[in-house]
T-cell receptor
Framework: DADVTQTPRNRITKTGKRIMLECSQTKGHDRMYWYRQDPGLGLRLIYYSFDVKDINKGEISDGYSVSRQAQAKFSLSLESAIPNQTALYFC??????????????FGDGTRLSIL | DAKTTQPPSMDCAEGRAANLPCNHSTISGNEYVYWYRQIHSQGPQYIIHGLKNNETNEMASLIITEDRKSSTLILPHATLRDTAVYYCIVRAISGYSTLTFGKGTMLLVSP
C-alpha cells in the first residue's frame, strides 16, 4: 500500500549494531503493527499500537523495541542485532475507529540482513 | 482464532475464474474471514473480508457457506498479475487478536 511507507527498503548490517526501521502512514489510521516474515513461514507479530500512548507486545517481541512518535509514525528498533533477526519486516495499519473488523494494510517491507 | 486449511497450490488459465477454497470448520460466531495475497516478497495486500454474507468488491468475491465452515475466494477473470500466495485468515473481532498467516495457496496464472 503506497500510503504505508517503510524505510529503509534494504539494510545490511553487522552483529551488535543498533538498527531502526521506520514506518509512516498517510491513511489516518490509529492502529499500527510490526511483523517479521522468515522464508517458508507466515508473518509473526512483533509489536502493535492502538494509539500514540498504547504499545503492546506481540508473539515475538524479545530483542525488539518500538516507539510511536506520532499517530502516523511507528518505528522498530533492534538494540543489538543478531543474525537470526535477518528477515523481511512489514509495517501495517488499520482503522480502529471504524471497528475491530477493519483490515490491516501493509507497507512494502524492509529486507534486513545481519552478518 | 479458528484454524484454516487451504490447498498448497492451484493453477488457473489467464482470463478464467480462479476459485480458491478455504476450510475453517472450527470458526466461531464472532470471527470474520479475511483474504490477503502476497506477490513475491511484497507486502501482503488486503483483498476482502466477510462475516456470513457473501461479499464482492472490485478485486474479488467471497462466498461463505451457510454453516460458515468454509469459504471460496473468486477472482472472476484471473490475469498473470494475480499470481501470488493467497491467505485465508479467520480472526475474532472482540478484544484484539492477531492476524495469523498460515502457508496459504500459491496460485499460478498461466497464459
Amino acid at each position: 500500500d503506497a500510503d504505508v511507507t517503510q524505510t529503509p527498503r534494504n539494510r545490511i548490517t553487522k552483529t551488535g549494531k543498533r538498527i531502526m526501521l521506520e514506518c509512516s502512514q498517510t491513511k489516518g489510521h490509529d492502529r499500527m503493527y510490526w511483523y517479521r516474515q522468515d522464508p517458508g513461514l507466515g508473518l509473526r507479530l512483533i509489536y502493535y499500537s492502538f494509539d500514540v500512548k498504547d504499545i503492546n507486545k506481540g508473539e515475538i517481541s524479545d530483542g525488539y523495541s518500538v516507539s510511536r512518535q506520532a499517530q502516523a509514525k511507528f518505528s522498530l528498533s533492534l538494540e543489538s542485532a543478531i543474525p537470526n533477526q535477518t528477515a523481511l519486516y512489514f509495517c501495517a495499519t488499520s482503522d480502529g475507529d471504524r471497528g475491530s473488523n477493519q483490515p490491516q494494510h501493509f507497507g512494502d517491507g524492509t529486507r534486513l540482513s545481519i552478518l | 482464532d479458528a484454524k484454516t486449511t487451504q490447498p498448497p497450490s492451484m493453477d488457473c488459465a489467464e482470463g478464467r475464474a480462479a476459485n480458491l477454497p478455504c476450510n475453517h470448520s472450527t470458526i466461531s460466531g464472532n470471527e470474520y474471514v479475511y483474504w490477503y495475497r502476497q506477490i513475491h516478497s511484497q507486502g501482503p495486500q488486503y483483498i476482502i473480508h466477510g462475516l456470513k454474507n457473501n461479499e464482492t468488491n472490485e478485486m474479488a468475491s467471497l462466498i461463505i457457506t451457510e454453516d460458515r465452515k468454509s469459504s471460496t475466494l473468486i477472482l472472476p477473470h484471473a490475469t498473470l498479475r494475480d499470481t501470488a500466495v493467497y491467505y485465508c485468515i479467520v480472526r475474532a473481532i472482540s478484544g484484539y487478536s492477531t492476524l495469523t498467516f498460515g502457508k496459504g495457496t500459491m496460485l499460478l496464472v498461466s497464459p
